[in-house]
């Protein structure tokens, strides 16, 4: 079991435990998009005692903390290494790109002296609320929020989700976000973005044979999720296996974790072979 820290968590916890991926997760994957990560999560959450951050909590996490928690599932899932090759637009070679999930999430924490510069005075508090200077106090958006304005145009989108994170005020005066100083939404978008930083990241790469740079972008929810999918194909092939040799319905192979569902394939495909040695 995955047992991660979060920042700033939820009221109910500040650490989350995951399990590993069974079947039943990899069957229900809905292919692209952002959502589809979270509702994985969603079904990943395991709620023990110390957390109360369980099955349900993923649209209420920041997004910097579902992001963390997505990361961590990779890398329990496949490998902390990201290795990937990112093709050239100007003489078509292909530049090798590997850099560790963890130290990327490390390397974009707030640090005591980024938050006195943006301001941020305090937080987050028990109710995960956060503070600055001029009296504003606001939570990092999360996932209903992103849900919410899925769609909208960016600058609706903007303010909507200012709208929704900003808690000084009355409802009323929360309606008005649009007309406030845009030097105070600035800010407040700027503490929000320091503070919870996700696992999207634009990468400079420049080409090992031309030296062409381009940047490219680096989504941990996009590929997670085309990790996934494009192991999905051998899914029905292991159910074929377990079930042929070991006689298991499809809803017992499923409810395996994808480990030891793996580690069963193994065994049976190193015994057939071993046993086409020994026939030939
Ligand atoms: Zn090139």
Redesign the pocket.
Known sequence: MLQVRLDPGLPAGRWACVRPLCGHDEQALVAGGGLAATELLDRLLVEVPGTCVGPGSAWQLSVCDRDRLLAGVYAATFSDRIDTEVP??????G?AVSFSLAAMVASSQPSNEGRTQLGIISGPDDGCVYELDDGIRFRLPNGHDQREVAGLDPERARVEILRRCVLDGSEADRRTVGDMPTEVWDRVEAAMAYLGPTVDHELMIA??????ARAVRFDIQQYLLRALEQERRYLTQEIHYLACSYGWSQAEILGLSRDDRRAYVEFITAERAARRERTR
């Open positions: 050239c637009d100007h003489c078509d070679e530049t080409c090992h044979e031309c030296g062409e």
